[in-house]
């Protein structure tokens, strides 16, 4: 099965530039741990051990590695508060929470076919 080149797909974004862009963010998005952390950072800011505790299963390195890549891309915020030992937070930015409507729209899609896709999935294994 050959699967389509999503910058080749005909959309809104007629920018070569944005397309690339889009195939980055859906790389990143679409990764393991992104879209978990995001949830959690939906309850608000928060410190560095306590997403690592909230997203069962993460790894130290990866969730180091998600967090940079969210802020690099402008949708997670790093406050370091001035204080012995210093403390970090996280939270979304305004972009990141924008964010939360296709992710909830994402939601609600698995909600109303996920059973489909399951027994699709049973029926081909």
């Known amino acids: 099965m050959m699967i389509p080149d999503i910058a080749n797909v005909p959309s809104a974004c007629e920018d070569d530039q944005l397309k690339s862009l889009l ?3 859906l790389t990143t998005i679409g990764d393991k741990w992104t879209l978990v952390v995001i949830a959690s950072l939906t ?4 410190r560095f051990t306590t997403l690592l505790r909230t997203v069962d ?19 997670v915020t790093r406050n370091v508060h001035a204080e012995v030992p210093p403390r970090v937070e996280y939270a979304l930015t305004p972009l ?3 964010l939360l409507e296709p992710i909830n729209a994402l939601t609600h899609w698995v909600d109303t076919h996920g059973h489909t896709v ?8």
């Not at 309850?43 to 928060?46: H, V, Y």
């Not at 299963?57 to 891309?73: A, N, Q, V």
């Not at 399951?118 to 294994?125: G, I, P, Q």
């Open 23 to 25: 195939r980055g963010l």
């Open 43 to 46: 309850a608000g800011e928060q």
């Open 57 to 75: 299963g993460i790894s130290h390195r990866m969730l180091t590695k998600t967090l940079r890549d969210l802020e690099h891309d402008g949708l």
């Open 96 to 98: 990141g929470r924008t």
């Open 118 to 125: 399951l027994e699709n999935r049973a029926s081909t294994s």
